[in-house]
Structure formats: C-alpha cells, structure tokens
C-alpha cells in the first residue's frame, strides 16, 4: 500500500533511491500557442550516484535544496519504506500562485497512480496555501505533458520568466485551483 507523507529536508538525498531512467520516443514543444508532438529516441538514465553534476542525485539535491530552503514541502509517496516517488511544491511562485517544482516516480512504480496521488496532495497544500493556480514546468516527453494535461493543467502563454530561462525546453503549464 502506498502512503503519502512530508518528508524532512534532511531527507532529501533519499532521492537516489528513484530510478528516473526512460525511453522517451514522443516529445512536445509549445509554439504560437500550439503544442507540437514529435518522434524522437531519447534514453534518460537514472541519477548517476558519483560526483555532483546536473544529472546526479547530489546535483538534484544541490539544485533542489534552495526551494526547501525558502519554505518549500518536499512530499514523499512510500511502498512500506521504499521511497516510490517524490514532489516537490514551492507555496508562492507568485501572487496567487503555487508551483510544483518536481515530481518523480521511480520507474518500478509508474503508471500505478502514484504520480496522482502526489500531484493531487501538491494541488490540496496549495489550496490550503490560498494559491488559485498551480505553475508546473514540465519536461517535454510525451508521458509527462499527456500526465499533466490529465491532470488539468494546459499550457500557458505567459510563463514565468525565471522558471522559462532555467529550462526554456520545458513545457510551461497552469492549473486552475
């Protein structure tokens, strides 16, 4: 049974226990207010365990730590004590506005409803927060963009301008609260 809990900041390395890896073979970009699919063959691989670059687990910690730093919930999905996802949420993006800084389920665990169950108890923080909307700047592959439109979310023409300089790639999304 999976259970969904706030995790500590202190547990944040935990994250290496994801398996993030993926064959992406459909991947979207938003352009004129249109979302265009395309054919590509991308193989992501998990979060390498040595050093610390942008790809490995003290990379993403590093990265990630600064949010829970300034007040940010780091949200935990477990199997007994097997960490099977986490997200991240950022209760103040903007004026009225949530974001959902990250969310990965590891792979041994995807297409379970994990993904749901974590993006909906960012959803209920941020209500309970008083944001109306919640901000997510999603990888482009097929899966994550067709999740969060699942979801509700929809693309937007107005990104945030820090969020859209650090990943200009991603597809910028909004879902009314």
Do not use: C
């Not at 207010?33 to 991308?42: I, P, S």
């Amino acid at each position: 049974m999976i259970t969904i809990r706030r995790m500590e900041a202190s547990e944040l390395d935990r994250i290496g226990e994801i398996d993030r890896s993926e064959h992406v073979t459909q991947e979207y970009s938003y352009r004129r207010g249109t979302l265009e699919k395309r054919t590509v063959d991308v193989v992501v691989p998990t979060w390498s365990r040595s050093s610390d670059h942008e790809h490995s687990v003290q990379g993403r910690v590093n990265a990630w730590q600064p949010i829970l730093d300034r007040g940010g919930t780091l949200v935990g999905a477990f199997d007994a004590d097997s960490l099977a996802g986490f997200a991240i949420y950022q209760p103040h993006l903007a004026e009225g506005m949530a974001n959902l800084s990250v969310l990965y389920v590891s792979r041994n665990y995807r297409r379970r409803g994990i993904g749901s169950l974590l993006a909906g108890e960012v959803a209920r923080l941020a209500r309970f927060d008083g944001a109306r909307r919640l901000y997510v700047s999603a990888t482009p592959s097929g899966s994550t963009v067709e999740f969060y439109r699942s979801h509700g979310f929809e693309p937007t023409d107005e990104p945030d301008q820090a969020l859209f300089a650090l990943e200009p790639h991603d597809i910028h999304m909004i879902l009314d609260l």
